[in-house]
């Protein structure tokens, strides 16, 4: 091996942007986080952000890392982005932002659009898939820009993901990687390319295929560093630019999750579980897996779109006693809330949680509410985050089985990543209620390493994907399940929360059309 052996992941999340640097055995010898601001809010429900200021978080990481250490540039053989999901920014024909990118965040809809007509049409009545093609069109941000900002979609030359942006930041050439097409956009995720002429997608959304980059697959070359990017960023000139993938395929990938039979739970903001096929399964019927971050690869994913979230807002509503306590010991908050439920049994004394904080498509519906069931005078604040954390692992353990059914492969193992991870209690919960092993990757920073792995084949530090997954992913702590708390969970998934959405869906539906909510 050349000096030039490491591998510099830069991963884009929601709240931060990391700069990351790995050696070829996976470790991670050099990291510079940059906190930044998740969005603005123009109008409620709006989320929003300046590009360039994302690009100067993005060099700002970079050259912090360089600060640390000048030397580690030099080490550097190829790059690779990893980045939050399905947020869409406009460009000019220079490249040039033409308006704030619309953050995954964004809850704004385009109602009343015209049906998609024709033989689809006339398919999608005959499958029932008329709610979910409206539903995506409501969704698809083009379709907003459309309708209310017709001169900003007139003057667009490209219409980008913030991975694909990013990307002509810094090779100077309008293109993507395939493992980063999660978003309301015209891809065929069965062929992994761009939709046919022919499909609905090109009439459900007013998007022309020459506002699309090109897209390479995963691990491949996309670009070098281009000088005027290098004296932004600190990356020197000409470093190769290797195709990555967005963030829950990454982590996936750097939790060493290549085989359909183990399972990647992302305890992150969104809640994930993921498996990684070679074969194209759907979830659940007409929606589609999304692209891995291997090539010709699909990851099967089931998503708790509040996920995590529901445990930064516990702290914020009911935890500010051990957020100050954790400041002035200098710990994360998740130690003392580990310590808070040490006393709490498995079950959390009967109260059972439905995380359904944000409606979904179809499993759950657009009217799905949270619940949570089996209150009493003994419960406490203590009582509620266990079954937070509980009723977590119950969804992404449902979405795991139907995942189970739909592709005929049993999971022997899960690997959990995220933020949630890091607390010894969740991964705890999660071995006893999935019945199985539950294992930390060796490192924090899964997604970043996924990255990383990818840039290592592209660049030849590793010759292919098995012999880069076997080198650079480890296993950390590994949690085996309780028998007993396994039966008790058990009890409950079967009897209590597996029934649970079925018997409250009629009131969530009732609270909709009464209320307008959720719209």
Known sequence: MTSADHLLAIDFGTQ?????????RGDLVARNKVDVEPYFSDHPGWAEQDPLYMWRSLCEACQGLWNKDPSAKEKVAGIALTTQRATMINVDVGGKPLRPAIIWLDQRRTEGLPEVSGLWGLAFRAVRMRQTVAHFQAEAEA????RHQREIWDRTHKYLFLSGFLAHRLCDRYVDSIGCQVGYVPFDYRRLRWAGPRDWKWQAIPVKRDLMPELVPPGQQMGEITRESAE??????????IAGAADKACEALGAGCIEPDVACLSYGTSATINTTHKKYVEPVPMLPPFPAAVPNAYSLEVQIYRGYWMVSWFKAEFGLREMRIAEKRGIEPEALFDELIADVPPGSMGLVLQPYWSPGVKVPGPEAKGAVIGFGDVHTRAHFYRAILEGLAYALREGGERCQRRSGVPLSEIRVAGGGSQSDAAMQITADIFGMPASRPHLYEASGLGAA?????GVGVHPDFTTAVKEMTHIGDTFDPDPKNRAIYDGLYHEVYLKMYRRLQPMYQKIRSITGYPP
């Open 16 to 24: 931060s942007v990391r700069a990351l640097l790995f050696d070829p």
């Open 232 to 241: 932004a960023t600190g990356i020197p000139v000409g470093t190769p630019l």
């Open 143 to 146: 379709n907003w820009l459309m």
């Open 453 to 457: 792995i990818d840039a290592a084949v």
